[in-house]
């Protein structure tokens, strides 16, 4: 069965400092994970996803995600936070069982203070 | 191109009624998700339609929630006899294929309110 477990419900940072947001997934065959930004009053928007490639992987807006099989992780960085950065993050695990259902996290809210 | 939308974008409603919520996806998309956001969670999956497949309906919290999608294209969600615990966030996402690799498309969302 899969599930995702994002680690922080929030995360608060200082403009310019790096970003961190932890994922971790557990998923019966080799998923897919993707991280999903939504910002206040706006729809989803795909940052990023890995999908049995480069395990680094890039993203929009300076995103990027390492996916680690050995300790089941997919966590978001960004080197540098910017104060349009300020949104909610969901991290999301799919696979090929269970008809493609995919799972989202509970979500990361993360404040930008300049 | 036009995306994924929804209509209405706010629902109010009282206890005890039917609504109805509308997607409309992406032209050529065949797979079409409906998720629910509570405030402050994340979200949940409702149910899934694939093609001309049968839907994945493991989601839907109760028998008073059923979804059709039409023609493969515009889908339905309703809920019957409405409760204050309904009142969430309804989204709605398409894809272009089944696939777990696929980025799926979302629309805005129908805030359903129920008093």
């Known amino acids: 069965a899969q599930s995702v477990t994002q680690l922080d419900s929030h995360v608060s940072v200082s403009e310019g400092t790096p970003v961190l947001l932890r994922c971790n997934y557990s998923?019966?065959?080799?998923?897919?994970l993707f991280w999903y930004v939504q910002h206040p009053n706006k729809g989803l928007q795909l940052l990023l996803k890995?999908?049995?490639?480069?395990?680094l992987v890039k993203g929009i807006n300076g995103f990027e995600a390492e996916f680690k099989k050995s300790e089941t992780s997919f966590h978001l960085t960004k080197p540098s936070a910017h104060m349009s950065d300020a949104a909610e993050y969901f991290c999301?695990?799919?696979?090929?069982?269970?008809?493609?259902?995919?799972?989202f996290g509970a979500g990361t809210r993360l404040f930008v203070k300049a | 191109g036009a995306g994924v939308s929804q209509s209405p974008s706010n629902k109010v409603t009282e206890k005890g009624k039917d609504v109805e919520l509308r997607c409309d996806p992406i032209?050529?998309?065949?797979?079409l998700y409906w998720y629910r956001q509570s405030l402050g969670q994340g979200l949940e999956f409702l149910i899934y339609?694939?093609?001309?497949?049968?839907?994945?309906k493991s989601g839907l919290p109760s028998d008073r929630f059923s979804a059709e999608r039409t023609g493969g294209s515009v889908s339905t969600l309703t809920i019957q006899r409405t409760q204050q615990e309904d009142s969430a966030v309804y989204l709605c996402?398409?894809?272009?294929?089944?696939?777990?690799?696929?980025?799926?498309?979302f629309g805005p969302g129908t805030r359903l309110t129920v008093l």
């Open positions: 996402a398409s894809s272009p294929q089944r696939s777990p690799n696929n980025e799926q498309f």
């Open positions: 998923s019966s065959y080799s998923p897919s």
């Open positions: 890995y999908t049995s490639a480069a395990t």
């Open positions: 999301v695990v799919s696979d090929n069982t269970g008809g493609f259902k995919t799972i």
């Open positions: 032209s050529g998309h065949t797979a």
């Open positions: 339609f694939q093609g001309n497949s049968a839907p994945d």
